[in-house]
């Protein structure tokens, strides 16, 4: 089943995802995958409030996505995958979601994270999950918005080491 973006955004839903992709993309569909927001009742319902711009919002575990995936429920949808980091794509990619590309459009700075691009930052964990899905021939790009440019993720960290950005090493 193809989506129109698969995203990884540590701010899950918010303007960049709902105006600038929103309007560049149209999707019917958000679908905000992350377990701990599914799991509070009181974030779930506020992210699935969201006015997205003409979008229908649904925020699902990870085992409701991967369940609903393979149903392909929104196979005549315009649907827009939305999680929070590196790992939690893995998860989806491991668990069948079958892609051939995905965005990284904002894992910010905390501390023990490298700056790879203002909007970027990585530690050991996010690169063993990033290589792990480049491993897996799934194309990954770094772009905040629609209309900046596109960089290959794979370039972006061929020559970070593996414990680039752990604390304590």
Do not use: C
Request: hydrophobic share 40%.
């Amino acid at each position: 089943m193809a989506y129109v973006l698969v995203r990884i955004d540590d701010r899950l839903i918010h303007g960049q995802v709902t105006v600038a992709w929103g309007s560049d993309l149209a999707p019917d569909r958000i679908i905000l995958v992350n377990d701990e927001v599914a799991g509070d009742e009181w974030r779930r319902s506020l992210y699935a409030e969201t006015d997205a711009l003409g979008a229908a919002v649904s925020v699902l575990s990870t085992v409701e996505f991967l369940e609903r995936n393979r149903e392909r429920r929104w196979k005549s949808e315009r649907a827009l995958v939305l999680v929070e980091s590196p790992r939690d794509l893995l998860r989806l990619i491991e668990g069948g979601l079958a892609i051939e590309s995905a965005n990284v459009g904002g894992l910010h700075y905390s501390e023990g994270k490298r700056e790879l691009l203002p909007y970027f930052f990585v530690d050991g964990d996010d690169l063993e999950a990033i290589r792990a899905i480049l491993s897996r021939g799934i194309r990954l790009e770094a772009r905040d918005v629609p209309h900046t440019q596109s960089i290959d993720v794979a370039s972006l960290i061929a020559g970070l080491g593996d414990d680039s950005g752990r604390e304590g090493q």
